[in-house]
């Protein structure tokens, strides 16, 4: 398995924590297919496309490099992108593992899925 694949998977795997902001009065939550899931907010979905954007554009800065690193340099580069992802999520006021269930719901829910595409590509445009 690939860095990138271990990192992703880690971050599938990582965090019990529960999310630290709260939505908006008033704000709507989108349906998740189970019902004991948390409902993803527009505002949680808003973040979610934040740091997914950031999580893309650090594994772009690194992957090539990473490939042809020799084991020294190589952890040293992995260590300093997961410290970058980390503090995409922090940044966000967001945990590994609130990341991982929006995106586990992203998956599962074609409409949520639309709306989180849309935000990410908005996302994308701005940086």
Do not use: C, H
Request: hydrophobic residues 35%.
């Amino acid at each position: 398995m690939g860095y990138w694949q271990k990192l992703a998977l880690s971050l599938v795997v990582v965090g019990s924590l529960t999310w630290l902001g709260a939505p908006a009065i008033g704000q709507e939550a989108s349906k998740t297919p189970s019902g004991n899931k948390q409902a993803v907010t527009d505002n949680q979905l808003r973040t979610f496309a934040k740091v997914y954007v950031a999580y893309q554009r650090i594994r772009q800065q690194y992957e090539p490099a990473l490939k042809n690193a020799q084991p020294p340099e190589r952890k040293r580069m992995q260590d300093e992108a997961n410290a970058k992802v980390k503090m995409a999520l922090s940044t966000q006021k967001l945990t590994a593992g609130e990341y991982n269930r929006i995106f586990a719901q992203v998956n599962g829910n074609a409409e949520l899925r639309k709306k989180a595409l849309k935000l990410i590509e908005e996302e994308r445009q701005k940086g």
